[in-house]
């Protein structure tokens, strides 16, 4: 267990819907990253919280939002799902990033 | 921007045999952090070692070493007397040294290690 925890460990949903997938970071850290990795494919950066304040922004689509919550927890809302957005979902957290990120075990999203 | 290439897509070994992956990156930047991530056949990203880029010493971690050549902008890991359990997707990651509380961690495309038995 490395202390971050994703919910739900999978999710199969329809095209066009609506999902949240719901980030815990370790006790202490106030940085979450929330990262896309398909299929074989490496991980790419998705957006950053810090402290309840968006920090950072990387190839994130329109369709996503995130935010964290004042007890820095985090959500990643994906809307008008594709078949394309089924990936794996990962979020990580740092006490800072000098130390690298400890990972979730990620989301499985399966959009059929 | 700040780029990580990873070379070789696949590559294996025999058990208790020694690697080496590569990793290359393109930065301006004069300080920054390199990592290297294993993800098993279970997914979860597993922090394997890192190298701050003002340290010139090799970070080492058990059988895992590193081999940081600054001015070539190069990062291998070298895996010595390999196991059964290192069979794994290895990702090279490179962040810049700035505000720390304002990053995101880049990645390579990954090598696929497979250690035989």
């Known amino acids: 267990d490395s202390g971050v925890t994703q919910t739900p460990k999978h999710l199969i949903t329809a095209t066009g819907q609506r999902v949240t997938l719901r980030c815990s970071p370790r006790?202490?850290?106030?940085?979450v990253y929330w990262y896309q990795q398909s299929l074989d494919q490496g991980l790419q950066f998705l957006i950053q919280?810090?402290?309840?304040?968006?920090?950072a922004k990387g190839n994130i689509l329109e369709r996503f939002s995130a935010q964290q919550f004042p007890d820095l927890h985090s959500e990643l809302n994906l809307s008008s799902l594709e078949l394309g957005d089924s990936a794996l979902y990962f979020c990580?957290?740092?006490?800072?990033?000098?130390?690298?990120?400890?990972f979730g075990s990620g989301t499985r999203l399966t959009v059929v | 921007a700040q780029t990580v290439t990873q070379s070789q897509p696949e590559m294996s070994v025999q058990e208790a045999e020694t690697v080496t992956l590569s990793c290359t990156y393109d930065t301006s930047e004069n300080n920054y952090y390199l990592f290297w991530y294993k993800q098993p056949p279970s997914r979860q990203m597993i922090l394997v070692i890192r190298?701050?880029?003002?340290?010139?010493q090799n970070a080492t971690e058990n059988r895992f070493s590193v081999n940081f050549q600054k001015a070539a902008k190069s990062f291998s890991l070298k895996i010595s007397d390999s196991q059964l359990g290192d069979t794994a997707m290895y990702f090279c990651?490179?962040?810049?040294?700035?505000?720390?509380?304002?990053?995101?961690?880049?990645f390579g495309a990954g090598t696929r290690l497979t250690v035989k038995p």
């Open positions: 990651a490179f962040m810049k040294h700035e505000n720390p509380n304002n990053n995101d961690m880049r």
């Open positions: 919280y810090y402290n309840g304040e968006e920090r």
């Open positions: 190298q701050e880029a003002y340290k010139q």
């Open positions: 990580a957290s740092s006490p800072t990033v000098y130390y690298g990120y400890t």
């Open positions: 006790s202490g850290d106030l940085s």
